[in-house]
């Protein structure tokens, strides 16, 4: 613990109040204010003969009362969070460890903080900068270096996304090989093997139990590779029974089989780890390119930087929640926005609607609009909808997915995006 008096630091085991040249230690909390000692259980400030109690850390300064969750020091209207302790006094600093003042909102970059658990975010709000920023470039010539600077690193983000994507569906069909591929060696183990088997070595000969010790547990539990090598022991198993000759060629295929099916999917999973770690860097360096891009909009367009930020940036998208499942309900005959949001191409919902008629989504410009192409959905049936069944290719300016009902009847609706 350090106490800072009129430029002296004084360090101290114990915890230690400074006044006027006056040391004061006590095995309790003390706070010294003008030659008062006050002691107290829990944490105290005093600031200008103010005693201040509070549950957390607290800092007074000229009668503010800051709360905060970190060790803080206050001096002369200067807040500053450290993770070790040090002292500020007028303005400068007295460093005895790191220390890491507290940021500024203004220079974080919202960008980068909102697309850190959500790549597919990140492109969302890629294409729609991108997109914007050539057209009005157009109007702006002034934007043109910033679109200029910009586009290969979105075309780098929308490439490594897709890549990602792809090794993630090439890494799932691996993952149902391996898994059809048990299925199918279980098949020949109880089907065409084991009654080849009986035939020679009855269920209770010495033999027998020596090619399957443990029944057929191995290959009915534990996980994929302890499965994979059950085939390798059985075969071992059989070794050189020339009785068991014909049905240990079948084994060692099988096994060979097993074997190629799994290193194709471990391979198909060191790709996507790989394209991940590509994807985040890419990410970054996108996300990074866009607050750049922010910070020169607003000193060229500093007296219309509202709609300049609109017009380029997805704020709606670099705003909303995280929400997955809107439900509700609509009229009978009536229409209804159900939400807004920046959607690509490949993206899909699931919706289902109670009640009777057919019921038509459109994906518009505005909260009413039916400009789109009509995707049916009958009542009381579940249905997956893809975005690009709605014809549309500017994504970034239709964003809002509307409702129409044509059933005499009210409804109800639950729809949830993947």
Known sequence: MICSNYGVIVQANKMICYNYGVVVRENKMICCNYGVVVRANKKICCNYGVVVRANKMICCNYGVVVKANKKICCNYGVIVRANTFFSKYYFHKIKQTNMDIIPWKFTDDQFEIETRDSVKKAVI????????????????????????????LHLALLAGYQTLSSSGSVQQGDRETVTQSLIDAKALLSENWIPAILPIYKKTSARYLALFPNGLKPFNSGGIDSRIAAYNVLSMNMGTDTALAKIKAVVDT?????????????????????????????????????????????????????????LLFDLATLRESNQVVFAGTILRLGSKNILSHTFLATDQFAIKIIGTGTYKFYLSATATGTESTAVDVLANIKKTITLSQFGVTDFPNHRFLNLVSTSTEAGSYRLQLF
Do not use: W
């Open 125 to 152: 709000l890629s294409t729609f900068h991108d997109n914007n920023l050539r057209l009005i470039a157009i109007q702006f010539p002034l934007l043109l270096p910033l679109y200029t600077r910009y586009h290969p």
């Open 254 to 310: 099988t096994y060979t089989s097993l074997l190629l099916a799994r290193s194709n999917q471990n391979d198909a999973k060191n790709t996507t780890s790989s394209n991940s770690v590509l994807l985040e860097g890419l990410r970054f360096a996108a996300m990074k390119m866009q607050y750049r891009n922010l910070g020169n909009i607003m000193d060229n367009f500093c007296d219309n930087i509202v709609t300049m930020c609109s």
